[in-house]
């Protein structure tokens, strides 16, 4: 499973659940990760008003980190994953040590639709269901379908 089960882990009674480090596979260290995102759309007819609410609401979330944390997720600010607010959260600390491992997805139109492609080709040959080579070569032709579809759609 992921980070999201740690809370729900430690209400098992009589479980000895750890976190181990991640597996190094080749020359470096990585696991791919992502992350919740604010956004705030540029509209023909934005109220002023609402959208300094929104920078201030982004702004109040981002500042409380480690209130973040506590359902399960490492602050993406350095300086509050190196907090002791967080800190005080033991069981998420070992997966704020992982973070300099973590690589994120490059920051494309569709790269979700082409990454599902790619997991679901991960997911079957990791259960032998088809030959790993032929799993991932087929998804990687699909994603990157999906990805030139999207590129001629959003630019």
């Known amino acids: 499973q992921g980070i999201w089960q740690v809370n729900e882990a430690t209400t ?86 992982e973070v300099p491992a973590v690589h994120f997805p490059p920051s494309v139109a569709g790269i979700g639709d082409a990454l599902a492609k790619v997991y679901d080709a991960v997911n079957a040959a990791v259960l032998m269901t088809k030959d790993p080579a032929a799993a991932l070569g087929d998804s990687a032709k699909i994603a990157d379908g999906i990805l030139a579809s999207n590129k001629k759609r959003f630019g």
């Open 12 to 97: 098992l009674k009589g479980a000895k659940i750890g976190v181990a480090k991640l597996p190094k596979i080749g020359s470096k260290e990585g696991v791919w990760g992502n992350s919740h995102q604010f956004v705030l759309p540029v509209t023909t007819s934005s109220d002023a008003n609402k959208t300094d609410a929104a920078r201030y609401f982004i702004n109040w979330f981002t500042s409380h980190g480690a209130d973040w944390a506590k359902s399960a997720k490492v602050p993406a600010a350095k300086e509050q994953a190196a907090g002791s607010a967080f800190k005080a959260l033991t069981n998420l600390v070992p997966f704020a040590e």
